[in-house]
């Protein structure tokens, strides 16, 4: 794939699959893959989009994302933050095999000085606009 991010007709998890090889070629080149990893889209949530998780029988990783990311609404650089995310706690040794470089996975804003360390600061800045107006969204639906 040559592009940061495509639109595509459908979002399935063959979809998923080609926008996490994508991002880990383009941005984590020097991650070697310890274990195997997997990515579906998991059941719908509204607040958990995305997560990973070490198989401590199979020592494979999987990576799940929220189903509500199957909306073509939602920008594909929100699924690719959300992916591009997991693959940071991947490279830090959470829910990996690779060694743990920190002792929490979000300490003092590791994830996020990562991706924009890793030229993913446009897909942050895609999330943040989109999470702003997701958040409103929320907020009205309960009120």
């Known amino acids: 794939m040559t592009t940061k991010t495509t639109t595509a007709g459908i979002r399935d998890n063959k979809w998923l699959l080609s926008r996490l090889d994508f991002l880990w070629s383009e941005y984590f080149p020097e991650v070697s893959q310890t274990n195997k990893v997997f990515i579906r889209f998991g059941r719908y949530s509204k607040y958990r989009l995305g997560s990973i998780r070490l198989d401590r029988k199979t020592k494979s990783s999987f990576i799940t994302i929220t189903a509500m990311f199957k909306d073509l609404k939602i920008p594909a650089e929100v699924v690719d933050h959300t992916i591009g995310h997991e693959l940071v706690h991947y490279a830090h040794g959470f829910s990996s095999t690779n060694p743990r470089l920190h002792k929490y996975p979000h300490a003092g804003g590791v994830v996020e000085r990562e991706m924009k360390e890793r030229g993913m600061g ?17 907020k009205r639906e309960y009120e």
């Open 122 to 138: 446009y897909l942050h800045q895609a999330y943040k606009c989109w999470v702003k107006k997701y958040r409103e969204k929320l």
